[in-house]
């Protein structure tokens, strides 16, 4: 897979052509135009990776915390399933 930051820079580099063979008012707008998708599509890629990041902190902190619920609620569990056992005298309904 390429870098952000070549495929930025090669994207840069086809807008640059684009506005520089661009000699007609349609083809200065046309150029404009995908300046501004090729300016999106790297917004769109740091969007990703901020967020590739950010999960990718928050997974040990999130890993702990799902075993201790899950523990926790398993322990509950158990301890509602002794006292139902009690409360029916042993006896399974």
């Not at 820079?9 to 008012?25: H, I, P, Q």
């Not at 135009?33 to 917004?43: N, T, Y």
């Not at 702990?64 to 139902?84: P, S």
Request: some cysteine.
């Amino acid at each position: 897979m390429q870098a952000r930051g070549d495929s930025t820079e090669n994207g840069w580099g086809d807008v640059e052509k684009n506005f520089d063979v661009a000699a007609t008012d349609q083809a200065r707008a046309e150029a404009f135009c995908f300046g501004l998708s090729v300016f999106l599509e790297c917004i769109n890629a740091m969007r990703a990776e901020n967020a590739e990041n950010r999960l990718r902190v928050l997974a040990l902190v999130m890993l702990q915390h799902g075993v201790e619920y899950e523990r926790d609620e398993f322990d509950e569990k158990l301890e509602r399933g002794k006292e139902m056992a009690q409360d029916s005298g042993g006896r399974r309904a």
